[in-house]
C-alpha cells in the first residue's frame, strides 16, 4: 500500500466519528501482519492512535483494533508502545469481557507479550526490564485475581479459536515460568493451574472431534507436560529442605505406625517411645537413609509415592500391615514398587525424547490420520496410571508368590502391562476402561507376550542363528508328532460300520446316512509292530479289550497304498486341540455328507487296479486327525489337518523357549560386542572341560 493510503489510514483512525474508526480498524487487521507496511504504518504515528483504540474503544471497533495490534506484534513491531497499562487493559477484557472476537484479540497480545525474548544486559545476564514473560502479568493479576480461572474455563469454549488462543496463553504462561522463575516459585503456578482444572480440560480436547482446530497448542502443552516431568526427575530430593521432609513425614503418618508401633504393656506408657529400627524400611524402602533411594526419579518419584498415599490411604495401611505378618522375604517394598512404576511410565511415554519427538510431530500434523499416533492424552492422567501400575504390580506379587528376589522380575511384568494396555490404547479411549484392563489384566496372558518379547529379542540379537534353530526344532517336532501318531496306529483303534458296509467289495460307494446313526458292527483296526501293515477285521460288537494281530485275519500292505482321502479338513477345528489319546476326544459335528470318512486307495490284490482298500468312520476330530495324518505321515507325506499342525508348532515353541532359557541374559546384552578374552597368567595345563558350562 502506497504511503498516502497509509496516511489517510491512520487519520481516519483517529476520527471523531465511531463508524469510520470501525472501517479504519477493521481494514487494518488485514494489512497490518506485512511488515513492510507495518514500517509504514508506525512511520505515519498510526502506533500510537491504535494504543489509544486499545485502551478505549469499544464493541466492535475494540475487537478489530485488538486483532491489529495482535498481529502487529507478531511480526515484532510496536513493543514500544506495550506498558502495564496496557497489559492490564487486556488482562481485564480476559476478565470481563464476555464477547468471542474480543476475546480472541486480548488473548492473542498476551501470548506475544509472555512469549516475547526477555531483553538481555551487555553482559549476557536477563533483563528484568521490560513488560515481557509471566513477570509483565503479575501486576494485572493481583487486580484481578480471577484471570486464571476464567482462562481455564475458556478451554471449554465451544468456540475452537477460543480454546486455541486460551491454550496458546496457558503454553506461554507455564514455558515462561519454568524457564525464568525461581525454583521455589514454579511448582506453585503449576500447582495452581492444576487445580483449577487445565489437565481435565486438556485431556477433553485432545480426546475430542475439534483436535484438528487446536492441533498445534494441544501438540505444545503435550510438550509441556515432558518438560515437566522431566524437570520434577532432575530435582534431589533433599531432607534439608522443609517441603521435602515434610512429605516423607506425611507419607510415615499415613502409615499409621501407631499399630505397630503399640506398647506391649502400661508400665511401657511410662517409658519414652524408642525409635522405630524400620522406620523406613516398613514403607518398603531398602535402608533407613531413604533420600538415596530416589536418585533415579528424583522429585517425581516423591511426588508419585505421595499422591498415591493421599488417595489411597486405607488400601495403603493395609498392604503394610499385611505385609509386616509376612516374613521378610516375602514382603513386597512398597515405596520401591512406586518407585519402579514411576520409572516404568517414564521411559513408556518415552520423555526423555520430547524435543526431537516434537519436531517430528509438528511435520505430521498435517495429516489428520497421524492424530492418533501424536498424541497421548493418556500422559496427562500420570497419576492414575501410576496408581493403576502400582496395585497391578501388588496383585502380580500376590498371585506369583514373588519373593523379594523376584522383585525386577515383577517389575518386567508391569513394564509389559502398561506397554501392551496404555501403548495400545487408542486417542479416545477413557482412562477409567484403561484403569480397570489394567486391573483385570490376566498373568498367563502377560507372561505369554513376555516369552514373546523374549522371542522377539532374542531374534533381533541372533537372527540367523535363532532362524536356524527355529528350522531345527521344527524338522524336531515334526519327527515327534509324526511318532506320536504312529504310535496312535500301533495301539489300534474301534470303528463304527454303517449298514451298508458289509464288505470292502461295497466300500467304493459313497454313503449318504449319518454313521452315527445306526451302527451294524464295528471294525478293528491296528497297525503292525514293523510298522508294514495296517490289519483289520469286523466284529458283532465293540469289545472292552484291544484283539491282537492274530484275530485281525484282514490286512493291507501298506507298500500298495497309493493315497490317503479325508473329508476331515471340512471340519471346524477345536478350540483345545489334544494329541494323545488318553485325553478326552471331542465328539465330531455332523457335516452334510454324513460325518467324517477315512479312504485309504491303492492297488487291489486280487485284481491289480485302483480301488478302495478301506474305509473308517472316526467318530471323534482327534482320532481322525490321528489316522489322517497318522498314515498320511508314514507314507512320508504332508500332515493335512490342523490339530497335528498347531501340535507341530507347540512341540517347536516350547523347544525354542527351553533352549533359550539356557541362554544367559549377558550373551543377549553383548551378543553385537567382542566378548573379552581372559588371559592365561598363572594358569597351568590342569584343566578339563566341563559338557554342562557348569
Not at 273 to 285: S, V
Not at 386 to 403: D, I
Not at 471 to 499: M, T
Amino acid at each position: 500500500m502506497e504511503g498516502y493510503d497509509v496516511r489517510e489510514l491512520v487519520e481516519r483512525l483517529g476520527s471523531e466519528q465511531d463508524a469510520v474508526r470501525k472501517m479504519a480498524a477493521f481494514k487494518l487487521q488485514s494489512d497490518i501482519g506485512d511488515p513492510s507496511f507495518a514500517d509504514v504504518f508506525i512511520a505515519e504515528r498510526g502506533l500510537s492512535r491504535l494504543k489509544y483504540l486499545v485502551l478505549g474503544a469499544t464493541g466492535n471497533t475494540l475487537a478489530y483494533s485488538l486483532a491489529s495490534f495482535a498481529r502487529l506484534l507478531e511480526v515484532d513491531k510496536g513493543w514500544e508502545v506495550v506498558n502495564q497499562e496496557v497489559v492490564e487493559r487486556v488482562v481485564e477484557l480476559v476478565v470481563t469481557h464476555p464477547l468471542v472476537n474480543i476475546l480472541r484479540g486480548a488473548m492473542s497480545i498476551l501470548v506475544s507479550v509472555v512469549a516475547h525474548p526477555h531483553p538481555r544486559t551487555p553482559s549476557g545476564e536477563v533483563s528484568s526490564t521490560g513488560p515481557f514473560g509471566f513477570k509483565a502479568l503479575k501486576p494485572a493479576i493481583a487486580v484481578y485475581p480471577q484471570f486464571l480461572e476464567m482462562l481455564v474455563n475458556r478451554l471449554s469454549s465451544a468456540d475452537h479459536a477460543l480454546c486455541a488462543n486460551a491454550m496458546q496463553l496457558i503454553n506461554s504462561l507455564m514455558r515462561d515460568s519454568i524457564t525464568n522463575d525461581p525454583d521455589t516459585e514454579w511448582p506453585k503456578f503449576i500447582k495452581r493451574l492444576q487445580d483449577l482444572g487445565v489437565i481435565k480440560a486438556a485431556y477433553v480436547l485432545m480426546q475430542s472431534s475439534a483436535l484438528q482446530d487446536l492441533a498445534q497448542p494441544l501438540l505444545e502443552f503435550q510438550a509441556l507436560t515432558k518438560v515437566l516431568l522431566q524437570k520434577w526427575r532432575t530435582v534431589n530430593v533433599d531432607l534439608d529442605k522443609p517441603e521435602h521432609r515434610r512429605v516423607l513425614k506425611q507419607m510415615h503418618l499415613a502409615s499409621n505406625p501407631d499399630r505397630t508401633e503399640r506398647p506391649q504393656s502400661p508400665d511401657d506408657l511410662k517409658k519414652t517411645r524408642p525409635h522405630n529400627p524400620e522406620k523406613w524400611r516398613r514403607l518398603g524402602f531398602e535402608t533407613e537413609q531413604p533420600a538415596w533411594e530416589f536418585d533415579d526419579v528424583g522429585f517425581l518419584g516423591m511426588m508419585d509415592l505421595s499422591d498415591f498415599v493421599k488417595k489411597h490411604e486405607d488400601t495403603f495401611q493395609k498392604l503394610l500391615l499385611e505385609q509386616s505378618t509376612k516374613p521378610q522375604e516375602e514382603r513386597c517394598p512398597v515405596a520401591r514398587a512406586s518407585l519402579a512404576v514411576t520409572l516404568v511410565l517414564y521411559e513408556h511415554f518415552e520423555v526423555d525424547k520430547s524435543d526431537l519427538e516434537d519436531a517430528k510431530s509438528y511435520l505430521a500434523l498435517d495429516s489428520r490420520t497421524n492424530f492418533d499416533r501424536i498424541f497421548r492424552p493418556l500422559l496427562l492422567q500420570w497419576t492414575r496410571l501410576h496408581s493403576g501400575g502400582l496395585q497391578a504390580l501388588f496383585r502380580l506379587w500376590k498371585v506369583t508368590g514373588a519373593r523379594i528376589d523376584d522383585f525386577d522380575k515383577i517389575v518386567d511384568l508391569v513394564r509389559i502391562l502398561i506397554e501392551q494396555v496404555v501403548g495400545q490404547a487408542p486417542r479416545t479411549k477413557d482412562v477409567r476402561e484403561v484403569e480397570i484392563e489394567v486391573a483385570e489384566f490376566e498373568y498367563r496372558r502377560l507372561r505369554e507376550l513376555q516369552m514373546e518379547l523374549l522371542e522377539l529379542t532374542y531374534e533381533d540379537a541372533w537372527g540367523h542363528h535363532l532362524r536356524h534353530v527355529r528350522d531345527e526344532l521344527k524338522h524336531e517336532a515334526l519327527q515327534f508328532v509324526k511318532e506320536q501318531r504312529i504310535r496312535c496306529l500301533l495301539q489300534g483303534c474301534w470303528f463304527p460300520n454303517a449298514p451298508e458296509s458289509k464288505s470292502e467289495s461295497s466300500a467304493g460307494t459313497r454313503h449318504t446316512r449319518n454313521p452315527s446313526s445306526r451302527i451294524s458292527s464295528w471294525r478293528y483296526v491296528r497297525l503292525s509292530h514293523n510298522r508294514r501293515f495296517l490289519h483289520w477285521a469286523d466284529f458283532t460288537k465293540k469289545g472292552d479289550y484291544e484283539p491282537g494281530l492274530d484275530l485281525l485275519p484282514e490286512k493291507i500292505d501298506l507298500t500298495d497304498v497309493s493315497s490317503v482321502e479325508s473329508n476331515i479338513k471340512k471340519q471346524p477345528p477345536p478350540q483345545s486341540p489334544s494329541s494323545s489319546t488318553a485325553t478326552l476326544k471331542a465328539p465330531m459335528p455332523a457335516s452334510s455328507n454324513g460325518g467324517t470318512r477315512l479312504t485309504i486307495h491303492g492297488t487291489s490284490v486280487s485284481t491289480g487296479a485302483e480301488a478302495v482298500l478301506l474305509t473308517l468312520s472316526p467318530q471323534s476330530y482327534s482320532t481322525a486327525s490321528e489316522w489322517v495324518d497318522g498314515l498320511l505321515m508314514l507314507l512320508n507325506q504332508t500332515p493335512i489337518t490342523a490339530e497335528t499342525q498347531k501340535l507341530v508348532q507347540m512341540v517347536g515353541d516350547y523347544g525354542l523357549k527351553i533352549r533359550l532359557l539356557n541362554v544367559r541374559f549377558e550373551d543377549a546384552v553383548y551378543a553385537s560386542q567382542e566378548p573379552e578374552v581372559p588371559d592365561r597368567e598363572g594358569i597351568d595345563n590342569d584343566y578339563y572341560y566341563s559338557v554342562f558350562g557348569g
